[in-house]
């Protein structure tokens, strides 16, 4: 790096940092990955762009990109729930594993005859850009405007945070061989995976467990929460690399115990984590960008071209198809996770492993998968939300508290009560007569409210008041309720246009008896037994990997679930269809 004193230093990353987060709204304005604009600003900054820094470091950038990815996942476990897993677990497994390595395969040889080099130095190239990347899935999904059904959005999530062992295994093998004449056997190889999946799902999972322990047992000051979980999910991440188990594996699993173990400090938490986990993905992308020479990207920009082409068109859609065929995926669900195949940070970590061991042709794998990672970048990236909706995977927002507060601080109690604010979204709702009174009882078995909060005023509320759109009420709930209550202050709740396109004008429970539905609207009756019903209907055209947004024909009639709980369908939308 060109020399310049610390506070030079200091200056130009902070410079860096500030012209990123305000370019940073124009992308959302526009459509664009946010990540796009960390890596343009590194090359910006780079020996060929007005910054002139000449960064040629790629054990620091290795160094940095680990540790970013490592608290980008610890993030991302936390904000996955583990009721996705009842659908989306096998699935994700399956890609994470079978199908980085079709995807290595077919894009290996394909880039072994375009760039006519040996089938191991295409194998290598094929590995390291065979992963989705986890910062990518997540900073997109999350920030794309769109719901998708949770099946789709539960697979996309879970196979971008597991199949990083995969193909670092794949990677780091390729290196060692190039490296010496010695041979791993298909045995030996399937051994190693073994080992870095068990060791990493293991220690994260009772790592996980600790800690948990620890931030219900141990008193900290507010703010160092947050810092408390990084320090512990770094400790894990590398203690496990370092026997041998998948470390990347065992943080995202860290973060999803955590996050879904109840836990009072956890929504302060959260936010320190977004901050954190945004820090770490600017300065990961924005390391990188510097690393690369942007001139070189064009020596073989054809030949990178081509490689995304085929990557994006033939070859992750060719891997989904196969891995999903055992599950109940719909057509639409499966092109959009194919599409979804984003590549960013990881393959270019991935790239400086051949870059740090002085292979042959390690610069062209590095260039190649930079300019593979931007296309993915551009192209798929900025059509998240489109093709989402093009697909009709989306499915409107479940109603939810915008803040909540935990009260006692045995949080895994059965007790437990929270503070919950939630934002009124309908016009003319009144809140039911038995919360507006207030009765208190040992168990708070009914919703109590706190305030209402309008116009930043506080108002007197009685068994008249009407809610306006944009009020706040404060309520004290136990956990289990707040999703009832939140469907009472919510859009779905004034029968908006938009949900009643989507959910039906009407509302049946799911045992409700196919037979009486048939003769109220005019269906014919024949095959319809006399104990059939709306949810079995549903569940023979989706199997047991039922979502909310499933939908079926019934004669005349369009059954879309609308709430579900665990496996079993609560409440199903009905519209009545054109003929």
């Known amino acids: 790096m060109a020399t310049i004193d610390t506070n030079g230093f200091i200056f130009l990353a902070g410079i860096l940092l500030l012209v990123s987060i305000l370019a940073s709204s124009l992308t959302v304005r526009v459509g664009l990955p946010l990540l796009l604009v960390f890596l343009g600003m590194g090359m910006l900054a780079g020996e060929e762009g007005v910054g002139g820094l000449a960064f040629d470091n790629p054990n620091l950038a290795f160094f940095v990109g680990n540790l970013a990815l490592a608290v980008i996942l610890l993030d991302g476990g936390m904000r996955t729930k583990t009721s996705t897993f009842r659908v989306a677990l096998w699935p994700s497994f399956s890609l994470a594993t079978l199908g980085v390595v079709l995807t290595t395969t077919a894009v290996g040889s394909f880039a072994a005859w375009l760039l006519d080099v040996k089938l191991i130095y295409g194998l290598l190239l094929g590995a390291i850009v065979g992963s989705t990347d986890a910062a990518a899935v997540f900073n997109l999904l999350r920030n794309s405007g769109v719901n998708l059904n949770e099946r789709v959005g539960g697979t996309l999530e879970i196979e971008s945070g597991a199949n990083d062992p995969m193909a670092i295994l794949l990677v780091v093998m390729l290196t060692g061989l190039l490296q010496s004449s010695n041979h791993l056997g298909v045995l030996a190889f399937l051994g190693q995976m073994l080992q870095q999946f068990a060791i990493g799902g293991v220690a994260g999972l009772l790592g996980g467990k600790l800690l948990l322990l620890v931030l219900r047992k141990v008193p900290l000051v507010e703010g160092l929460y947050a810092l408390l979980i990084i320090s512990f999910g770094l400790a894990v991440f590398s203690g496990v690399n370092i026997i041998g188990g998948s470390g990347f594996l065992a943080v995202y699993l860290v973060g999803l115990t955590v996050g879904n173990g109840r836990i009072k400090q956890l929504e302060s938490?959260?936010?320190?984590?977004?901050?954190?986990?945004?820090?770490?993905?600017?300065?990961?992308?924005?390391?990188?960008?510097?690393?690369?020479?942007?001139?070189?990207?064009?020596?073989?920009?054809?030949?990178?071209?081509?490689?995304?082409?085929?990557?994006?068109?033939?070859?992750?859609?060719?891997?989904?198809?196969?891995?999903?065929?055992?599950?109940?995926?719909?057509?639409?669900?499966?092109?959009?996770?194919?599409?979804?195949?984003?590549?960013?940070?990881?393959?270019?970590?991935?790239?400086?492993?051949?870059?740090?061991?002085?292979?042959?042709?390690?610069?062209?794998?590095?260039?190649?998968?930079?300019?593979?990672?931007?296309?993915?970048?551009?192209?798929?990236?900025?059509?998240?939300?489109?093709?989402?909706?093009?697909?009709?995977?989306?499915?409107?927002?479940?109603?939810?508290?915008?803040?909540?507060?935990?009260?006692?601080?045995?949080?895994?109690s059965h007790?437990?009560?929270?503070?919950?604010?939630?934002?009124?979204?309908?016009?003319?709702?009144?809140?039911?007569?038995?919360?507006?009174?207030?009765?208190?009882?040992?168990?708070?078995?009914?919703?109590?409210?706190?305030?209402?909060?309008?116009?930043?005023?506080?108002?007197?509320?009685?068994?008249?008041?009407?809610?306006?759109?944009?009020?706040?009420?404060?309520?004290?709930?136990?956990?289990?309720?707040?999703?009832?209550?939140?469907?009472?202050?919510?859009?779905?709740?004034?029968?908006?246009?938009?949900?009643?396109?989507?959910?039906?004008?009407?509302?049946?429970?799911?045992?409700?008896?196919?037979?009486?539905?048939?003769?109220?609207?005019?269906?014919?009756?024949?095959?319809?037994?006399?104990?059939?019903?709306?949810?079995?209907?549903?569940?023979?055209?989706?199997?047991?990997?039922?979502?909310?947004?499933?939908?079926?024909?019934?004669?005349?009639?369009?059954?879309?679930?609308?709430?579900?709980?665990?496996?079993?369908?609560?409440?199903?939308?009905?519209?009545?269809?054109?003929?």
């Not at 198809?321 to 960013?344: A, K, Q, T």
């Not at 794998?365 to 009709?392: D, N, Y």
Request: include cysteine; charge should be negative; glycine fraction near 6%.
């Open 269 to 412: 938490i959260s936010q320190v984590m977004d901050g954190l986990a945004w820090l770490a993905q600017a300065g990961m992308f924005l390391l990188l960008g510097l690393l690369v020479t942007p001139s070189s990207l064009l020596i073989h920009g054809f030949e990178a071209v081509a490689i995304a082409a085929f990557l994006i068109f033939i070859a992750r859609p060719v891997a989904v198809m196969i891995c999903l065929l055992p599950f109940d995926f719909r057509w639409p669900e499966r092109l959009y996770i194919s599409w979804v195949g984003l590549r960013g940070a990881v393959p270019i970590v991935l790239a400086l492993y051949p870059v740090i061991a002085g292979l042959t042709n390690s610069e062209l794998l590095f260039e190649i998968t930079f300019t593979v990672v931007l296309i993915s970048l551009l192209l798929q990236g900025s059509t998240v939300a489109w093709m989402a909706r093009w697909l009709k995977v989306v499915v409107p927002p479940a109603p939810a508290p915008t803040t909540s507060f935990s009260l006692i601080d045995d949080v895994s």
């Open 415 to 579: 007790h437990s009560l929270e503070l919950y604010e939630f934002l009124v979204q309908a016009e003319s709702v009144r809140i039911p007569a038995a919360i507006v009174q207030n009765i208190p009882s040992e168990t708070v078995s009914t919703p109590q409210l706190v305030a209402l909060v309008r116009n930043q005023q506080p108002i007197v509320v009685n068994a008249e008041t009407a809610l306006k759109s944009g009020d706040r009420i404060w309520m004290l709930l136990h956990p289990e309720d707040v999703n009832d209550v939140a469907l009472i202050f919510s859009q779905q709740s004034s029968g908006s246009f938009l949900l009643q396109n989507f959910f039906g004008e009407f509302a049946i429970r799911g045992d409700a008896s196919l037979l009486d539905l048939a003769k109220v609207y005019g269906v014919s009756i024949e095959g319809i037994g006399e104990d059939d019903t709306a949810a079995e209907l549903l569940q023979k055209q989706y199997g047991k990997s039922l979502v909310v947004g499933d939908r079926a024909s019934f004669g005349n009639l369009r059954l879309t679930i609308r709430e579900m709980k665990g496996n079993q369908i609560e409440v199903i939308g009905l519209k009545l269809q054109n003929k």
